[in-house]
């Protein structure tokens, strides 16, 4: 996944690792909300807000339009995808106008974490095999790069920032991180995976 001369990485791969960095904030947030412990809630909430604008931001610009134009089906997902961003972006606005303390504030998050599982699961099982079936590696490995160069614009950790952490330093903040799956995860996914801190 990572080579030592730089950091190369499959779209698809990258994806999927910005979707388990996020699933695991849905579960620091999910245990904060179960002890109402606001301010873990409330930090945790802004590391959510900057990963989903990250995230929909490459898939819109980048990843979608390379491969809308794919097939029919392909096409019909991404149409499909682009509506359920669209739910999370309207959420995330109303959210810009409520106090952590309002009711619907946890609820608006709530449903956030709903969506989007939903949403990145669809693409995980549906969209991204469909991709990759109709793709060739090296394709995917230069949409890569341009994703994870979109990333450092918009000002979230890329590919390089991680090369330098040790198999056990990944291994911590994938816990800490609550990264799903990581046990089963070889050191190079989870350093792809984790946020660099
Ligand atoms: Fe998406
Ligand atoms: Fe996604």
Redesign the pocket.
């Known amino acids: 996944l990572l080579r030592a001369e730089g950091a190369i990485v499959d779209a698809i791969d990258l994806?999927t690792a910005?979707?388990n960095r996020v699933r695991g904030l849905f579960k620091l947030f999910k245990d904060a909300s179960e002890k109402d412990d606001r301010s873990t809630m409330v930090e945790v909430a802004a590391k959510m807000r900057t990963e989903l604008e990250v995230?929909?931001t490459i898939?819109e610009e980048i990843?979608y339009p390379a491969i809308r134009g794919a097939d029919e089906e392909i096409g019909e997902t991404v149409a499909e995808?682009l509506e359920e961003h669209h739910e999370v972006k309207v959420l995330l606005r109303e959210l810009e106008d409520l106090a952590p303390d309002d009711e619907a504030w946890k609820a608006k998050w709530t449903v956030i974490t709903e969506n989007v599982e939903h949403?990145?699961g669809e693409?995980e099982s549906d969209m991204f095999p469909k991709v990759r079936s109709q793709t060739e590696a090296d394709w995917r490995e230069q949409l890569g790069d341009k994703l994870d160069r979109r990333k450092g614009e918009l000002g979230a950790p890329t590919m390089a920032d991680r090369i330098d952490l040790t198999s056990a330093q990944v291994k911590t903040l994938a816990t800490e991180q609550e990264i799903p799956g990581r046990s089963k995860m070889s050191a190079d996914e989870l350093r792809a995976t984790v946020s660099p801190g």
């Open positions: 994806l910005d979707h995230h929909t898939e990843f995808g949403h990145a693409e």
